[in-house]
């Protein structure tokens, strides 16, 4: 089984890729969704640093990440356990200890103050941004902001679990257009094309009587809302 069946095996067998009705972040109408907050348990967290780990592995090999970046950042709430998860991936499996920052939602005024917890950002430091989804690309949008004032740092890249491929504020993907807006490359495990050619070829925990309805309703959504 290739890697990205693998991690698609493991969204299913996690309850993460879920079917049903579901409003986006973006206010679309979405007939899948992809919850890291069912998530629950130390072995799913170390297996989901291990996909994302070898993501950022494989792309730094193709000289697309650089090797010298330093510090993972993990968007409120979300993102705070995945980078965790990364960090630790990263520095047990590929013998790379990298520094970690989450924000709060709501600045800090007393104590140590701010609204950046963890790695305190420095000048030139070299940040990856670590997401579960791309659909609007709202709460990378969100972030940039965030971390270009604590520091003057690089955001060279974003790493998410699924691309959902969708068009961002105008008729570009979302990822594109963070690309062209920011100068930002979006890395992602797998991308929702590729999930929807898996479930349709027996995906993993797939239940064949459903696959149809499900299925159908994905290329309907995709195709209306989805870059080709």
């Not at 579901?22 to 989901?48: D, H």
């Amino acid at each position: 089984m290739d890697n990205k069946r693998k991690f698609i095996k493991f969204l299913m067998d996690s309850g993460v890729l879920i079917f049903g009705d579901f409003i986006t972040k973006s206010g679309r109408s979405s007939p899948y969704f992809i919850n890291m907050g069912n998530i629950r348990t130390g072995a799913q967290l170390s297996a989901l640093g291990e996909f994302y780990g070898e993501c950022i592995t494989v792309n730094i090999s193709k000289g697309l990440i650089p090797s010298d970046f330093n510090v993972l950042f993990g968007p409120a709430y979300k993102g705070i356990p995945l980078s965790v998860a990364t960090a630790i991936a990263l520095a047990r499996d590929y013998g790379k200890d990298i520094s970690y920052c989450f924000n709060r939602k709501e600045e800090k005024d007393h104590g140590e103050g701010g609204s950046i917890v963890g790695h305190k950002l420095r000048e030139g430091d070299k940040v990856l941004i670590i997401e579960d989804v791309i659909t609007a690309g709202t709460a990378v949008r969100e972030s940039i902001p965030l971390l270009k004032k604590a520091a003057d740092v690089q955001i060279c890249g974003l790493i998410i679990a699924v691309d959902r491929m969708e068009k961002g504020q105008g008729d570009s993907s979302a990822v594109r257009e963070l690309l062209e807006d920011y100068g930002i490359p979006t890395f992602s495990i797998v991308n929702i094309r590729e999930t929807l050619e898996t479930l349709l070829n027996g995906g993993p925990g797939f239940e064949e009587d459903t696959m149809p309805d499900i299925t159908s309703r994905m290329k309907e959504y995709m195709k209306k809302y989805c870059v080709s």
